[in-house]
Each structure stands twice: as C-alpha cells, then as structure tokens.
C-alpha cells in the first residue's frame, strides 16, 4: 500500500552501502579512551560519544573529547571506506524517487570525509540532500538532533518521511524524531535483535521502497 511520503531520510551504512565499521574493536579502543578523559565506558560507539558530549560540555571540555576521540572515529571510518560497496538497486532507487518527486537526505553517524568521498565514488550523491554526518551534530544517533535537522532542511513534517535504516539505533532514532522506520534486512542487526523494536515496515531489499511511495 502506497503512503503519502514527501521524503525519505535514509541510514548510510548498511543502508545505502554494505556495513563494514569494525565495530567490537572500535567500542575497545574507544572505551579506553573515554576512560581516560573521566567519561562514562558504557554503551555502542554511538553511546560513548553522546556521552562524553554531555558529560564534557557543562564542564567546558567538549574540546578535549572531541580531539580525543574524533581521530579513532575517523579512523575507523576510512579502514571502512576501503571496503564499502553500495547495497543492491541503491542508484537506481535514488534516481526513481527523484522522477517521482520524492526527496531523498541522508543522516549517518560516520564522518563527512569518507561518507562524501564513497557516495561520489558510485554515483549516490546526486540526489541527496541534506547529507548530515557526524561533523555536522553534537549528537549522534540515537539522538534525534540530525533527522530533526534533516526535516528543518525538507521543510517537511516528521509524519511527511519514511526514516530507513538497518539497525537498532535507527528504529530508536526514528521514533524519537516522531518519523515512521523502515528497516532493510541485511544490515548491521538481524531481524531478531528487533523482536522488542519492530519497524513499521520490513523490506527485503531497496527497490522495495518504491512499494511505500506515491
């Protein structure tokens, strides 16, 4: 059944190309790091910065976090960049939504540098707009900061986009910006780890998209 959506906002990676962050060993290192720095150690690669960003802040110490822990970020984020490929039909859904007159933005908590540089490699730029990375927020997903600006940009209502991603924290992030979630097997998480999280709609692949829209 087609719905009424204006815009889709989608994941990046394991959405719009194949998941690739090495993630156990990243979460490591990083935990070591806020460590150090006096934050807290608990949570994904996404919690720990979200953390020490609201712990660091009142106390005047963003800076030190941020030099602290944006290298290993966007280290791992170009060992990543050396291995993306685009999920299957990810150009060619890009292009049909845009004959259909839908929007298309992208919000990930991976660094512009590598993001920009893999989208322009295989053609999935031209349709995006905004594309929001880590850079471009405090907070990462799961906090709603980025999809929130995502819809300021469209100037469209949160009911108006479909948000699409492949993880937890996409479902987390899309309901706390009050947008309806797709999720696309395959990615980051297995369909089981979403018995308690469901999405509004399941898709098997990208092209299944297009069922959802005008």
Not at 184 to 194: L, P, T
Request: net charge negative; glycine share 8%.
């Amino acid at each position: 059944m087609r719905s009424g959506f204006k815009a889709i906002i989608f994941d990046y990676e394991g959405t719009l190309v194949d998941f690739q962050w090495k993630l156990a060993p990243a979460e490591d290192e990083l935990r070591q790091a806020c460590a150090a720095l006096g934050c807290p150690t608990q949570g994904s690669y996404a919690e720990l910065w979200n953390a020490a960003v609201a712990a660091s802040r009142p106390a005047g110490r963003l800076e030190d976090v941020q030099r602290t822990l944006q290298p290993i970020y966007d280290r791992f984020d170009a060992d990543a960049a050396t291995r993306w490929a685009p999920r299957p039909g990810a150009e060619a859904l890009l292009a049909e939504l845009a004959a259909r007159n839908i929007a298309t933005a992208l919000v990930s908590n991976c660094g512009r540098s590598a993001v920009t540089a893999v989208l322009s490699r295989f053609g999935l730029d031209a349709h995006l707009q905004p594309v929001i990375c880590r850079g471009d927020v405090h907070f990462m997903k799961p906090h709603p900061e980025g999809t929130k600006r995502a819809l300021d940009a469209l100037g469209i209502a949160p009911h108006e986009a479909l948000f699409v991603g492949d993880s937890r924290t996409d479902v987390h992030t899309a309901r706390a910006a009050g947008v309806p979630v797709a999720v696309i097997r395959g990615g980051e998480c297995d369909e089981a780890a979403f018995v308690d999280l469901p999405p509004d709609y399941w898709v098997h692949a990208l092209g299944d998209l297009l069922a959802l829209v005008p």
